[in-house]
């Protein structure tokens, strides 16, 4: 389980799992799950594009990736804002749909991109995966103080332009995307930015715990996961889906029991 | 004039059997789930209906599995998955996002087992790419009945509800002090959202459906403030969406590369974009005009 091709599988999932687990912190603390979803899935529809004109992978991702948290920032500063993520999101899958129509040979590859392949990562993939996710970090660091304060009290954050900061994050959210979906498909991203950061802030209340809890059990979902997935061959979306789901379904259980007591 | 016609409307339009019967079937879904959408698009719940249309994507695939019809599939898990939302809090207006995020994590991880399960691992491509992006021009005309019966019972669902709804969508404590059961009637109408993401699912697929759910909704809204009006405007925009991106697929078999249909989806999403920022741009001129 530990041999050759596995130790790339384990270095890159863990890595995905601590972006992860630390930008999903801040999109449950300000409820952007929609956008959580819709910047990685549409997205998917740029690989296909990319695999089209014979481009790589990795740009066709992030120049969709980007495109499209422009386009729901822009399209969501006039008019609702779920509405603009979800026309973005089904504009970029519409344009998947038909980049796919003119391939033939893309079946294997949509399940992989959408389900996840983690087992299968060679080692030309592993290093930009290992930059991205370190400017990733270098970028939420910047971003800690404003991003907390605004999410925290989006009324009270002086001196931050509401929409910029917006826009930064959801820059943020793209880069993330363009990281791991390549290596970890779009459903497991999502399930690892929810999941997790949504147990912790069940356990505790202060910002800085609850954001190294949810890495931590991002990174527990994930190497269960991959250990599962191994030993049975089902696809590592499935374990990280449910171990994630379990996690928040425990801290719900938590905070009741809490409640009870007192 | 006859060869203008045929540039505009390739020859055998109206009598192809499958055209026929994907405009019917089309138009029938897109005016329910164009309707229904309007109190989508009032309650901001567009996640709640791109979740369940994704979640039902597992429903889709397991009907595969089971080998019978993908819409009884994606209307079962559809409807399962919006009494999840309901159950861990839809309904707060902090936590229904998080709900909705938690619910749809794990749809995605069924489907994935079910679209592993249920095919050779090499060769998930047609079950995959069908359950994901759909045609319209893949219906058989055995659907038609439980399509309509469906439509027929969304419909009845948000006319029922339709006033108590309005108020609950516009004012939630004005509903509450005023005795009607809130959490009730959202539920209502999160099932008859979840029969027409449904059906809208099988049209132009899972994780399309949105685009009837949602964007006809909101050009319509952005166009008249009367509930009314907004469900007939919407049904109008989704249906002629739907025809016109119909039309266009069938024409694109003479675009290059040659030979080729272009998919249904894709123009009916792209069409409903356009629409929907075309109305934006009215909306700006008639304020600037106001001033």
Partial sequence: MFSGFMVNAWIVATLVAIVGGAIGFFIVMRGSAFVAHAIPNGSFAGAAGASLVGASTLLGLGVFAVGGALGIGLLGRRGRHDVATALALVFMLGLGALFLSFSVEYGPAVFSLLFGEVLGISDNELWPTIGLSVLCLLVLAMLWRPLLLASVLPDSAQGVDPFKLELAFLLLVALATTMTVPVVGTALIFSLMIGPPAAARAFTVRPGVALGLSVLIAVATVWAAIALSYSTDWPVGTFVAAISTGAYAAGRLWTFALRKRR | ?291
């Fill in chain 2, 1 to 291: 004039m006859q060869s203008v016609l045929h540039a505009i409307v390739e020859p055998g339009f109206f009598s192809s059997q499958e055209v026929q019967l994907a405009a019917l079937l089309g138009g029938l879904v897109a005016i329910v789930a164009a309707g229904v959408g309007v109190f989508t698009v009032m309650r901001g719940q567009s996640f709640a209906g791109e979740a369940l249309g994704d979640i039902g994507a597992a429903g889709g695939s397991s009907a595969y599995l089971v080998g019978i019809s993908p819409l009884w599939g994606f209307a079962v898990i559809s409807v399962a998955a919006a009494g999840a939302m309901e159950l861990i809090g839809i309904q707060r207006a902090r936590g229904r996002d998080l709900a909705t995020g938690i619910v749809l994590g794990a749809g995605f991880g069924l489907t994935a087992l079910f679209l592993y399960l249920g095919s050779d691992y090499n060769n998930t491509s047609g079950a995959t790419v069908s359950i994901l992006f759909g045609s319209a021009f893949a219906l058989s005309p055995s659907d038609l009945p439980l399509v309509l019966g469906l439509g027929a019972l969304t419909v009845a669902t948000v006319v029922t509800l339709y006033r108590p709804l309005l108020l609950v969508s516009v004012s939630p404590e004005l509903a509450a002090a005023r005795g009607v059961p809130v959490r009730l009637v959202g539920f209502g109408y999160l099932f008859a959202m979840a029969v027409a993401v449904a059906l809208s699912a099988v049209t132009i697929g899972a994780i399309l459906s949105t685009a009837l759910l949602v964007g006809p909704a909101a050009t319509a809204l952005r166009l008249t403030r009367r509930p009314h009006r907004a469900m007939l405007v919407a049904a109008g925009t989704g249906l002629g969406c739907t025809w016109l991106g119909l039309l266009l697929a069938y024409d694109s078999y003479y675009w290059p590369p040659h030979g080729h249909n272009w998919p249904v989806s894709f123009f009916v999403v792209a069409l409903v974009l356009v629409v929907y920022l075309t109305s934006g741009w009215s909306r700006i001129g008639r304020q600037a005009r106001h001033r």
